[in-house]
């Protein structure tokens, strides 16, 4: 429920993609697979990799200075960096602590939010949240994500399906009623913890030499379970969010959803009976981004024209967790 008469509106948007490409083609030399099982199942022709000695934070402080950029403000502007990562720089303290020295702002209070794919969601829920309350008035969000670390080069399952990058918002307070965040809606179910995770390295099982052996450190994923719970889930969610927006699904505009694959997504636009013309999808070039993937999309629909003064966007995504959420925009 809104609970002030501030809202959220989008200032500002920017993303940065490593320059080096990884495609199908080259990744048949590192597992057995090809570029047609890769392009039919998922949609991927290829993603981008963050070179060696470049962190997480680095990636996200490129993308919040064009942010920044677009929305006409320094860095001593913001109040607050919120960044979806679970890839981040140290194990503590948060990746949004290190890109608030990189950006040398001095004003504000930093912090990671740990939701997987959806944790550029769960961050834009948490900043709008804060400026609603009027805590705060502007606010740099980010989705920013380095899984190419954290990924087994030698598990064909999942190797092919991630891509590095990082996506950044600037959310500022205004008191215009008929634009800006309209909803925010968020779920997680526990249960699915272990269909999509990194076994070790945490508290519970901290780096050994065995686990490092057994490549405990990577990615572990049950792609059909995550693929059946998940077009479920972003349909449910996303009417939701729209429900409280006073949004219908034919007054959307533009969706942008997570983009992990193209099955998901063709299936999510035809339970939502939206035509895919009205669907952003860029996942051919970076594949999956994990929570890099929507702030991307949002910025390159931006740049090509694609939302227009006054248009309804509808985002979405679903991850790890599994942890899933959904919000409606006025632009
Ligand atoms: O952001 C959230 C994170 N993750 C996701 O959203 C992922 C959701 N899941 C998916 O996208 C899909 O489940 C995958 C793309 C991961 C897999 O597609 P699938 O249609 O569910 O394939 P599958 O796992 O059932 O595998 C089918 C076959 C298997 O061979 P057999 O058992 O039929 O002989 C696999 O061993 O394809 C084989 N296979 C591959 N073959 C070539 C699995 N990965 C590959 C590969 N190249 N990379």
Known sequence: MRRSHYKSVILGTGSELPSKILTNVA??????????????????KERRILEEGRS??????????????????EPKDLDAIIMGTVSSDYPFPSSACVL?????ARKVFSLDVNAACSGFLNALAVADSFIQTGMIKTA?????????????????????????????VVLGASN???RGILSTKLRTDGSYVKELYVPAGGSLKPATLETVRKNEHTITMNGKEVFKVAVRSMEEISREAL????????????????????????????RLKIPMSRVMVNLEKYGNTSAASVPVALDEARRQGRIHPGDVVLLNAFGAGFAWGAAVIRF
């Open 100 to 104: 608030e020295n990189m950006l040398g």
């Open 243 to 270: 429900d409280e927006a006073g949004v219908t699904v034919e007054q959307v505009a533009l969706v942008i959803p997570h983009q992990a694959n193209l099955r998901i997504i063709n299936a999510l636009a035809q």
């Open 27 to 44: 990744l048949q030399k590192l597992v057995d697979t090809n570029d047609e099982w890769i392009t039919t199942r998922t949609g991927i």
């Open 176 to 178: 215009d009623g008929h």
């Open 140 to 168: 740099l969000v980010l989705g920013s994500d380095v899984l190419s670390r954290l990924l087994n080069w030698k598990d064909r399952a999942t190797c092919i399906l991630f891509g590095d990058a990082a996506g950044a």
């Open 56 to 73: 997480n934070a680095d990636m996200a402080h490129r993308a919040a200075l064009r942010a920044l950029k677009d929305a006409g403000l």
